[in-house]
């Protein structure tokens, strides 16, 4: 199956351009496409909550996508990264019009693979070292870091505070940890510490 991915930031912005080198690009490769998935969003949302994320999950193996430009996956190299990986992890093809990237299983797809986990690597230290420093800073000049006092034993400032009343209806319908953490979007490491602190620990 062959499937064309079109994301836009804004409503204003046109679909019909990457439509329009989509559909050249397959006619010159000799393709046709099975499926279009449209969506508009930011490339900073996470790729598992767009309809990007429901067709990666449905895809199979040498299955197809076909994008414009390798941003329109995402907007940080983290991300398209992360894509990347889990289309080589389930043998999912990713080909690019302006790019011409192709994901596949070979050499090159391999040695792109780890172009782009080298600058991840290069990234999160970059990052890692801007914020070592701006703490560093921050703390010179007597600015107080970390949570306020007392607040990693508030109740109502946990993340998961605002679905209290699901997840306490999706445990009494019998829903594993893993599902509810699923459709919740959420680390099921948060869902697991959350639930024996905050639920069990008030039933009794």
């Known amino acids: 199956m062959t499937y064309g991915y079109i994301r836009v930031s804004t409503?204003?912005?046109t679909v019909e351009n990457q439509r329009f080198e989509i559909t050249q690009f397959c006619t010159r490769e000799h393709l046709s496409i099975d499926g279009w998935i449209e969506e508009t969003v930011s490339g900073t949302r996470s790729y598992r909550t767009r309809r990007l994320g429901q067709l990666l999950r449905r895809m199979k193996r040498g299955d197809l996508l076909v994008c414009s430009e390798i941003s329109r996956?995402?907007?940080s190299?983290?991300?398209?990264m992360e894509i990347l990986s889990f289309c080589m992890e389930h043998e999912v093809r990713v080909?690019?019009?302006k790019d011409g990237y192709r994901l596949g299983n070979d050499i090159q797809s391999k040695v792109l693979?780890?172009?782009f986990a080298l600058s991840a690597e290069i990234e999160r230290n970059l990052i890692s070292q801007r914020t070592r420093e701006a703490l560093a800073r921050r703390k010179a000049e007597g600015v107080h870091i970390g949570r306020a006092k007392g607040s990693h034993n508030s109740w109502q400032a946990h993340p998961l505070y605002r679905h209290d009343a699901y997840i306490r209806r999706a445990l009494a319908?019998?829903?594993s940890q893993r599902e509810i953490a699923r459709r919740l979007?959420?680390?099921r490491n948060t869902l697991r510490a959350y639930i024996p602190k905050y639920i069990l620990s008030s039933e009794n």
Do not use: S
């Open 11 to 13: 409503d204003k912005q």
């Open 73 to 75: 996956l995402g907007r």
């Open 77 to 80: 190299v983290f991300m398209i």
């Open 95 to 97: 080909w690019t019009v």
């Open 113 to 115: 693979a780890f172009a």
């Open 173 to 175: 319908k019998g829903l």
């Open 185 to 187: 979007h959420c680390n």
